[in-house]
């Protein structure tokens, strides 16, 4: 018998899971999906951000951010307005019901983490929040990271990808070349 042991990416994609099911579970009092109060959190925290930075943050394409924000839209929690600079940009901020739906949220995702973190002591809690800040910032950095992958697909294409010939000027037909 081996003696394999999960890796350590292995065991914080289970962390993930675990903690997700908890506070998907809590944030149903609220009638919220953990992608619904991350939203509400990004909103809070970066007032006045567009819908493309809110994609950028929980990376999903802007396609998808339109899909994840309509819910919070209908129930009155964010109002979409254009930006007064670029029509094209369409600015997300929170409104008083919002603020209120952030709050009861907030208050359960606090609790969940006090009982998860419960039997840790404030030095492991501590480290914690030190290792993943340290894993977080390895993996922005790492080349498969989908940031530096978009970035180096276009400044590649630019260094190989030459300028298109231009294509011949048309001749145009004349009753005499048929």
Do not use: W
């Not at 998907?24 to 970066?46: G, H, M, S």
């Amino acid at each position: 018998m081996s003696d394999l042991r999960p890796s350590p990416i292995y065991l914080l994609k289970r962390a993930e899971l675990a903690v997700r099911g908890c506070i998907e579970t809590a944030l149903r009092d609220v009638q919220l999906t953990p992608n619904q109060y991350f939203i509400l959190f990004l909103v809070k925290t970066c007032e006045g951000t567009s819908s493309a930075e809110l994609a950028r943050a929980m990376g999903v394409l802007p396609q998808s951010m339109t899909e994840l924000i309509a819910p919070l839209e209908k129930r009155g929690a964010i109002l979409r307005q254009r930006d007064s600079r670029n029509q094209r940009i369409l600015r997300i901020a929170l409104t008083p019901a919002g603020e209120k739906l952030f709050e009861q949220g907030t208050a359960l995702a606090m609790r969940v983490e006090r009982e998860l973190l419960g039997d840790f002591d404030a030095g492991q809690v501590e480290q914690l929040s030190k290792d993943f800040t340290a894993l977080i910032a390895s993996a922005e950095k790492h080349s498969f990271h989908p940031k530096l992958r978009r970035l180096d697909k276009r400044s590649a294409k630019a260094k190989t990808t030459p300028a298109a010939p231009k294509p011949p000027p048309r001749r145009r037909r004349t009753a005499a070349h048929g």
